[in-house]
């Protein structure tokens, strides 16, 4: 079971809550008594994966430290409209002021993990579905979480990591075989992937060297026979054009890894309420 620590999410969540409270919750404080209690069930309106359960338990916590929190399921549950999936018991200001903040996270991260587990459901185990750095600003290491817990791979997590040879860099380099040499001098110990506009850049990359060769907007005959040059000699990923539907028939070409933004950048967020009544 993939578990977050908490030490990656705490100080986003106390962020948010101060963004949205700031300097006190007008509406709750002047509605509500401070020593009212409530109960809050968290409910699903449209069928998901869940992920970020945690995460918006540590709304109400940061706000009430001694708050009860039962999760009915665990991240990665696939969820149907209806389903009562965790509840929250405290003070009643407590679940009024963080709720907003709470299912801001939940729903993003629910969001992403149903993206990913369409991908993953629709590849069939045929071919690897990644993920990109095409995420929320500082919210990558939550939606690389979704990802996984969807049932997708996490590609490079930054810059730091991993090496992805693009374009940009091929053009500044002078062409494909000098970036690849310069990046396995830099760094013997990593595999280099690089990306290829032509199979003559593919043919290229593989007599350089290059661990994965990454074959851009290609066309499905095209990336077969970049399957079968590569076949043995390094991994082929598929970019581009890449949508739900496609992945059968890209899954069917022989193709390693095939990478989606859309599972970070298009996911729509997961229809779930908080429901409170008084205890």
Do not use: W
């Not at 997590?157 to 002078?174: C, E, I, P, Q, T």
């Amino acid at each position: 079971m993939d578990v977050l620590d908490p030490s990656v999410y705490r100080d986003l969540v106390r962020q948010a809550l101060a963004e949205d409270i700031g300097a006190g919750d007008l509406t709750t404080e002047a509605i509500v008594p401070a020593d009212a209690r409530a109960r809050g069930v968290l409910v699903v309106k449209a069928d998901c994966t869940i992920a970020g359960l945690d995460v918006a338990f540590e709304a109400f916590r940061l706000l009430e430290p001694g708050v009860r929190t039962d999760a009915q399921i665990r991240d990665g549950a696939r969820c149907r409209p209806g389903d009562e999936i965790a509840s929250v018991a405290g003070l009643a200001r407590t679940l009024l002021s963080a709720e907003r903040t709470a299912l801001n996270f939940l729903q993003r991260l629910s969001g992403v993990a149903t993206m990913a587990r369409a991908f993953a459901d629709a590849s069939r185990g045929r071919i690897a579905v990644l993920d990109t750095r095409k995420t929320t600003p500082t919210l990558r290491a939550l939606e690389k979480y979704a990802v996984r817990v969807g049932g997708a791979t996490n590609h490079r997590f930054g810059l730091y990591d991993a090496f992805l040879v693009k374009d940009n860099h091929v053009r500044l380099a002078g062409g494909v075989a000098r970036a690849i040499e310069r990046a396995s001098a830099y760094r013997p110990d990593l595999r280099v992937e690089v990306e290829a506009q032509t199979l003559d850049e593919v043919d290229e990359a593989l007599d350089a060297g290059a661990g994965v060769v990454l074959v851009d907007n290609f066309g499905l005959d095209d990336i077969r026979e970049a399957v079968r040059r590569a076949r043995g000699r390094a991994k082929i990923e598929i970019s581009g054009g890449v949508t739900l539907g496609r992945i059968p028939e890209l899954a069917a070409t022989g193709a390693d890894f095939v990478s989606a933004g859309a599972l970070t950048h298009s996911a729509a967020a997961a229809d779930i309420s908080f429901e409170i009544e008084p205890a």
